[in-house]
């Protein structure tokens, strides 16, 4: 079984799961017109399936995952459309479309601003810095390997996961390219850190973000996922260190510094990020209104750095290449040009994948779903099996379809929701976009097969972070049973 079929199958179970329950929980009604058991719910279905499975196939087909999920959304959301009309109601599905495009432009608007920060600061050297000091500095492969993984755990909350895990894999394959063994080890510690680290923070992780932004969980709350994060990133690195070569790499030549305004950028951001909160806990406003203020701090330090450049055509020492430094544009992703496209393309993916789930819970199957799972199966075992699907689906389309049934839970499930969501996508190289971007970093080395042989650790490491979480938070849960 390949990474392809495996994800596909999860995707199918989920799918013909909803099916098979949609018979006995599809009388509903209200307002809206129940198509759960009808020709086109099923029909809207399969679209969502086939656009699926074709992103998963995107190794393969070599098509951007953004494109048929965008296809399916615009099809879904056409045929839902259409049968409203046909049947007398004008209105109901654009509503519920400008719903789903809210919640949409609000993500995107707040990654938008983070991105255009996290690529100044790559453009600034300040990752290169850090990458070539940590090179340079003599670890042993073991020491590397815990080095890597604390500073991937500690970066992923302020920065994001794919970045993070990106920078701290440079690293290993820099020092130890050719030992296949502490590659794929450190890859997978890197992975799991990442994961962790982003999910104890609103800013860790696209779905920590959903969940902040949704208003269900605060700002500071999330941070008391922080001890349950650590022991799913401890516990399989605890195994995983034991394995590790006990040799000393050879060191590296070269030292990249950072560039003029570097660091006020990085306080910019933090900057930023104290806006974003003051105006969600404060004011009351979206945090994304905080993140586009911050923007233009950025865009004005920009417009600073660019009025006093030093550098000119026909000044001492004019060197051609500084001359073309620029920052504080929107657009700067043409800087950041390794991630640039897949960042654009995962920002339309976003849109494709919530306009189509919003689309699929309009019809009435994430009510059948929300029924079957936090009510007869009960919130603790409802919330550790998202974790598992998102292993093998993805746990943006998974948090926010729980989001969407917005099930009647304690802040204590919440909190445990969002944990399982977000490292459940560890178990496999698949799982999350940090696992996904290192097979292709560290291609040959990284593999599917490779990180699946230390799933008992991983699987050992995200049934312990359950565990703490229930007995070090078991006062957010206010009495309600845990099954």
Known sequence: MNHLVCKTLGLTLLSLFTLTVSTAWAAGGGAQIDLTSSPVGYLCLALFIGAYGLVIAEEYTHMRKSKPVLLAAGLIWGIIAWVYAANGFTHEAETAVRHNILEYAELFLFLLVAMTYINAMEERQVFAALRDRLVNAGYSLRKLFWVTGALAFFISPIADNLTTALLMCAVVLAIGRDNQKFVLLACINIVVAANAGGAFSPFGDITTLMVWQKGVIDFWTFFHLFIPSAVNWLVPASIMHFALPQEQPAPCEGMASMKRGAVVVMLLFLATIVTAVSFHNFLHLPPMMG?????????????????????????????????????????????????????????????????????????????????????????????????????????????????????????????????????????????????????????????FFGHLRWLPAIALGYAASIVVHLLVNGRFFDGVPLT
């Not at 750095?305 to 000119?312: G, S």
């Not at 009960?378 to 919330?383: E, F, S, V």
Request: glycine share 12%; proline share 3%.
């Open 291 to 447: 993140m586009m203020t911050g923007l233009a701090y950025l865009k004005f330090y920009g417009f600073y750095l660019k009025r006093t450049h030093k550098n000119l055509p026909g000044s001492t020492g004019y060197d051609e290449e500084k001359a073309d430094e620029r920052i504080g544009d929107t657009v700067a992703f043409d800087v950041f040009r390794k991630v640039a496209r897949a960042e654009w393309d995962t920002l339309m993916f976003f849109y494709g994948v919530i306009l189509c789930v919003g689309g699929l819970g309009f019809i009435g199957y994430l009510t059948i779903v929300s029924k079957v799972m936090f009510v007869d199966w009960g919130p603790l075992p409802a919330n550790v099996m998202v974790g598992v699907l998102s292993a093998l689906v993805d746990n943006i389309p998974v948090m926010f379809a729980v989001l969407t049934m917005f099930p009647d839970m304690s802040a204590g499930h919440w909190l445990l929701v969002t944990l399982t969501a977000g490292v459940g996508g560890s178990m496999l190289s698949i799982g999350s976009a940090a696992g996904v971007a290192l097979m292709g970093q560290a291609r040959g080395k990284y593999t």
